[in-house]
């Protein structure tokens, strides 16, 4: 298995995004010291970066193989939305040829991080200077993909292949959010991939809706779909 080349820095903020990361012990240090402690101290100083390194590519390699058997990954044009460090964009970028990424994330880390369902969308873990780092030192051509920040920055509008947003539309934060923007850029062919409590309501918003993952061990228990062209009139709010 690979790994990935990444300082203290970032194995924090990929420990904060991906909580299968976070191993027992320090599980424990949250449960015992709460989430502010775990987010400011913890993460910060009692990590491994080496081992968050490993644990991570595992885990966006299997994201990867996941998703590749359901997506043709060669020549596309893809949108990631909420991406975190771009481990899954990384290992597609090395697995698959002529990939160009947009990437839109948000550019601050909450004092507390609590993983819940973030009405206001004012919940982020990320820092975009130490992405476009982790990508370059990770081998990612910079001819090969942008970053913007959603908060500062006009969101790109390209035509994609693919839109994908692994447990953050949706999951964290309302569809809403994003829907007018998404109308504007999906076209008939544009698949858009992300995981949700609540695949029913989808069908009311794209024509085509297919479950492919259907995750019961986490606390917000979701599914993971893939989602074609908006419906003309569609009943949501
Ligand atoms: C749980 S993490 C998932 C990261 C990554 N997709 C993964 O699967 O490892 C959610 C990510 O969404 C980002 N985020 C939160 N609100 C966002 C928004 N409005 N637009 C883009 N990204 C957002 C956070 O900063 C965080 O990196």
């Excluded at 060669?74 to 481990?87: A, D, H, T």
């Excluded at 001819?143 to 839109?163: A, G, Q, R, S």
């Excluded at 959010?177 to 989808?202: A, C, G, Q, W």
Aim: with cysteine; charged share 30%; proline share 2%.
């Amino acid at each position: 298995m690979g790994y990935f080349n990444l300082d203290r820095d970032i194995a924090r903020l990929i420990l904060l995004q991906r909580t299968e990361i976070i191993t027992p012990k320090l599980k424990n240090l949250r449960k015992i010291f709460g989430r502010y402690f775990f987010t400011n101290f913890v993460s910060k100083y009692l990590i491994s970066p080496k081992s968050i390194g490993a644990r991570y590519y595992e885990v966006m390699h299997q994201e990867m193989n996941q998703l590749k058997t359901h997506l043709n990954f060669e020549n596309k044009k893809i949108l990631s939305i909420g991406s975190g460090m771009c481990g899954l964009e990384l290992l597609i970028n090395s697995n698959f040829k002529g990939n160009f990424f947009s990437i839109i994330e948000k550019n601050y880390i909450s004092k507390k991080v609590t993983y819940g369902w973030d009405e206001k969308n004012d919940e982020a873990y990320n820092r975009i200077d130490l992405l476009n780092f982790f990508l370059i030192n990770n081998d990612m051509d910079k001819k090969n993909f942008e970053i913007f920040d959603y908060d500062k920055d006009d969101l790109p509008l390209k035509t994609y292949d693919y839109v994908i947003s692994l447990y953050s539309l949706d999951y964290h934060y309302d569809f809403l959010f994003y829907k007018d923007y998404l109308k504007k850029i999906l076209n008939e062919n544009t698949m858009i991939i992300f995981d949700t409590v609540r695949p029913e309501f989808f069908k009311n918003v794209f024509e085509s809706v297919e479950v492919i993952q259907n995750e019961e061990k986490t606390i917000h228990s979701s599914k993971r779909i893939i989602c074609k062209k908006f419906k003309k009139i569609s009943c949501d709010k």
